[in-house]
């Protein structure tokens, strides 16, 4: 269940302070199987000229919360290159029962120089497929990954998103689907088709891997962020063994 958490969602619910002249928002995020809650999740950013910070909070939720009672904290510091966001430093607190997972992330320009895991993961066997420093290279944390830089909705889509959540190394390429508006939401989105590739840090042969690569049919709208320059997602939709995962913002305000 981590590996889909990290994943599709991270966020804290507190207050940030933003730097003079910043545009900071706040967005809640529904997360639904074949209709019912499941988890919810809240983002707070802030956007000043070099920099971004972005802090939320996840939970289960509904029926989910009964069987699984799921807690994730996410902080993501950066700075803001000509192509998108240069993140600094990730950090994630998971919690589910009585596990509890703590990952640190640290960048350098070239992509991922370390991750941290507490408590480290165990011994894998011989059908695991390792990371390596090749997979790091342009690659981003699941949040900073999914902020993308474009002039304008065509840019959007066409384009892989290489993300790391420090134990899993995965691609998500995408291919536009159409540009419009979306029900629930103001103004123009623009929506792509999603292929999960996975690249390294899972076992070889496992079926939810195999399901999400090969026979998962995944979208992904993008809304443009107020003045960042971002398109940011807003409504995901993502078929599992189980069902259709939905992802939905149910608000985005500045503050």
Known sequence: MRRQFTFLLAAIG???ASPAGAEAYSADYSVTLYGLPVAKARFDS???????????????AGL??????TEATTTVRGSIGRNGPQPHSFVSNY??????????????????????????????????????????RAALDPISSTLIRANGPEEVC??????????MRADLKLTHQKTGPIRGFRGEAVTCSARFIPVAGYRKGRSQIDFLQNRSRITIAFMRLGDTGF???????VGTQIGTLRITASRIETR
Do not use: C, M
């Open 14 to 16: 507190v207050t940030l």
């Open 46 to 60: 802030s956007f000043g000229k070099n920099s971004f910070e972005i802090r939320g909070a996840l939970s289960s």
């Open 64 to 69: 989910a919360r009964v069987f699984d009672r």
């Open 95 to 136: 919690t589910s029962g009585k596990k509890q997972q703590k990952t640190t992330i640290s960048f350098d320009r070239g992509g991922i120089r370390e991750a941290v895991n507490v408590p480290r993961p165990k011994k894998r066997g011989k059908d695991w497929i390792h990371v390596t420093d090749a997979h790091l």
């Open 158 to 167: 066409n384009r892989t998103i290489k993300a790391f959540d420090g134990e």
């Open 231 to 237: 398109y940011t997602p807003v409504d995901a939709s």
